[in-house]
């Protein structure tokens, strides 16, 4: 269950995919969504699920914590995750990359004092992350549908191998947490400060989504176009981002777009506008 938990925070929730529009011209919203029915049912479980517990986990977090603390707290769970993309940097035959890797998890882990501190960064080796869905992505396996799955978000017919294929082979912490067993379940700790960890950073990006008029549409798209940024280390050819924004199709307006969010603003802002109204005052009685 922690693993699930994980996964729910990194692909599910605003945050993850907000960055990755900053940047980005307005594309076009995807109709390659069969499942679209189910998955924005999903998305509403998930959704109410972060609501009801792990988004209140997170704030309190943040209350008991500095930002010195969570950054290096979250410095730690970055390394410790490298293995990930150093066994996927190998299996995409990337030796270079993969030795970068190994490099920057040794200097973190030693020098960094185990890995709470980031001197790798400071001596000019970059963070490089990968997973088992770019790996397979980079040897030609189609991307498939996008799905919604419970408990761990947004993904694709694809990219949801890299869950078992990573969690189980290249994991440490899901290594420890299933091979070590204490009486009250401390094993699965790690993964739960993890899944905290990720929800807490994104807390302030979540104006981003709130501000998206159709949430589950924001978040499909953003998770597409950060999957292709990935897979194309940044730099996706031009045909590729030509159709990502929908350039490539005649019919499509980014004008109209932009005006139907205008429109949706507009008619949220109204409402809270009468909220703020004051009470109109009773008649005097004679």
């Not at 890299?162 to 067993?181: K, M, W």
């Not at 960890?197 to 953003?222: G, K, M, Q, V, W």
């Amino acid at each position: 269950m922690p693993s699930a938990l994980r996964s729910l925070v990194m692909r599910s929730l605003p945050l993850v995919a907000i960055a990755l529009l900053a940047g980005c011209t307005i594309a076009k919203p995807r109709t390659d969504d069969p499942y679209e029915k189910m998955n924005r049912k999903v998305y509403a479980f998930n959704d109410s699920l972060d609501k009801a517990v792990i988004r209140p986990v997170a704030v309190g977090y943040r209350k008991v914590t500095n930002p010195t603390i969570r950054r290096c707290v979250s410095d730690f769970f970055t390394n410790i995750h490298m293995p990930i993309s150093v066994a996927n940097d190998l299996l995409q035959a990337r030796p270079k990359e993969a030795l970068q890797g190994s490099g920057r998890f040794i200097v973190n882990l030693t020098l960094g004092i185990g890995g709470f501190f980031d001197p790798a960064s400071q001596l000019g080796i970059p963070l490089k992350e990968t997973d088992f869905g770019i790996t397979l992505a980079r040897w030609g396996v189609p991307d498939g549908p996008y799905l919604v799955v419970p408990l761990f978000g947004p993904t694709t017919g694809r990219d949801f191998w890299r869950v078992p294929v990573d969690g189980y082979f290249f994991d440490p912490i899901s290594y420890f947490s299933r091979n070590n067993h204490y009486e009250y379940g401390q094993q699965y700790l790690p993964e739960l400060m993890y899944l905290v960890t990720i929800r807490s950073s994104a807390i302030d990006a979540e104006s981003f989504l709130n501000s998206a008029y159709d949430p589950y549409a924001f978040i499909r798209d953003a998770y597409r176009q950060q999957r292709i940024y990935q897979i194309y280390d940044g730099n996706p050819p031009e045909d590729v981002i030509e159709q990502m924004q929908g350039l490539k199709d005649k019919s499509f307006d980014p004008d109209q777009l932009l005006e139907e969010q205008q429109k949706w603003e507009n008619t949220e802002k109204k409402p809270q506008a009468n909220d703020n109204q004051p009470a109109p005052a009773e008649p005097k009685k004679n």
